[in-house]
């Protein structure tokens, strides 16, 4: 008889009770259960390069189109950083932050005519008086300085401001992704109030979707009592988002809270469920709201346990690593680590964890325009780093 170790035991038995959808009294149960614990994907043999490094934190990073980076620091500072690592001055202009705890500056990104216009968007924790503050996002007009490698931004107006503020510093959310029609989806985190997430009237635990200039899409969900910003509601926090370039679609992840990280594609006016239902559990170990499933509420399309405190998402469409096209890459905090989910149908088929074995907080994760994968470190010694194929000498 061929024995079973005790690891693999234990994950056989995880996806068994995976796959059991749980009963929860006066409520139905879902159709079909989240996935978790994928089968492993084939290893790949990566180089891993440090670009920069002396990042205090850094949280978001957005490539120019000469291949430059720019690079938020949580502290509240904007970076242009070379391909060669050189760290620029801090970029002057940048709205006043919140940086306390989690609170600071955070996502950046580009107009899609971003080479006519010099439009950046980044996203912060505005401070709202004494105490308080709020996710926001701001457009501004950067005009880079040749001589000095940095530069300064113009023109800032903010674009979207959440509501109500909090007196919280934890769970902002934040990430920034720009459709093919130019609109934003921004997420916000929960801030510590859940019930706050299932209220249509506050823009808290919400994905939102915005024109550039802040107004409303027509496109929209318009039901009674929406605030009309919201594309979805039911979020913890999520700090990771894309839009698949072949479908359009939009994919979000977010961190659960003992276990229960998601991964989902969020569609307008549908409720994903938090703090209601979920695969975590309290940090005192007990149950969260009424279990796994309620009708009317979205099952992830995925589901870590325990968390890995997924933070940054990226699609891969690049030509460094063939085998991984389609895929989507993940970054983990608390697990440090990347994890890499081969998709087939909007499923998860298969999961490659890579370097777990280095102890970095991934905070980001972008496909660069030369196919290669870039981290950040999530540090106050935080770097930039660079995955291209073992060997390939890229």
Known sequence: MKRVGVRTLVGRLAVMVALVPIAVPGTPVAAEAAQTNAPKAPATAVDVKVVAGGLSHPWGLQFLPDGRMLVTEREGRLRIVSSDGHISTPVKGVPAV?????????DVRLA??????????????EPRGVGTSATAVARARLIQDRASGSGRLEDVKVIFQQQPKQGTSHHYGSRIVIADDGTLFITTGDRGNGNLAQDPSATIGKVIHINADGSVPQNNPKFEGW?????????????????DPKSGRLWTVEHGARGGDELNHPEAGKNYGWPVISYGRNYSGTKIGVGTAKDGME??????????ATSGLAYYDGGLFPSWKGNLLVGGLAGAQLSR???KNDKVVGQEVLLADRGDRVRDVRVGPDGAVYLLSDDGDGQILKLTPEGSGK
């Open 299 to 308: 099952q992830p399309i995925y589901y870590w346990d325990p968390s890995i």
């Open 341 to 343: 989910l081969v998709m």
């Open 98 to 106: 919140h940086a306390v705890r989690q609170g600071g500056l955070l």
């Open 112 to 125: 899609k005519d971003f080479e006519k216009s010099g439009t950046v968007f980044l996203s912060y924790s």
């Open 227 to 243: 605030a009309p910003e919201i594309w979805s509601i039911g979020h913890r926090n999520l700090q990771g988002a894309v839009i």
